[in-house]
């Protein structure tokens, strides 16, 4: 049974960082897509970015395009969100999502099989 695990997130200024974890287990995870997405209060989940377990570069949305930088931890089946330069409009329950690569479509929560319980993050002004 796959599980992700979100952990990292708190309450943060403005400018600030934070460091997110999903630990997966139950599987194995190399023909899947890590996606990370966020909910604001009264918003859709959004796409944050995401990184397929097998290699390859990260993908980003453009709000947070040189802010935020995922990295994967094969050996701890463990992927990260650093969240650099927080703003405000970051705030919102962070989820990790997997996908298998033939069923996943990066942007479109539906396509990923498996989702985190979340983890919140607050950025005060």
């Known amino acids: 049974q796959v599980q992700l695990v979100e952990s990292g997130g708190g309450l943060v200024q403005a400018g600030g960082s934070l460091r997110l974890s999903c630990a997966a287990s139950?599987?194995?995870?190399?023909?899947?897509?890590m996606g990370w997405f966020r909910q604001a209060p009264g918003k859709e989940r959004e796409f944050v970015g995401g990184i397929y377990w097998s290699g390859g570069s990260a993908d980003y949305a453009d709000s947070v395009k040189g802010r935020f930088t995922i990295s994967r931890d094969n050996a701890r089946n463990t992927v990260y969100l650093q969240m650099n330069s927080l703003k405000p409009e970051d705030t919102a329950v962070y989820y990790c999502?997997?996908?298998?690569?033939?069923?996943?479509?990066?942007?479109?929560?539906?396509?990923?099989?498996?989702w985190g319980r979340g983890t919140q993050v607050t950025v005060s002004s």
């Open positions: 999502a997997l996908g298998h690569w033939l069923k996943v479509r990066l942007t479109e929560p539906a396509s990923y099989e498996y």
């Open positions: 139950g599987s194995t995870f190399s023909g899947h897509y």
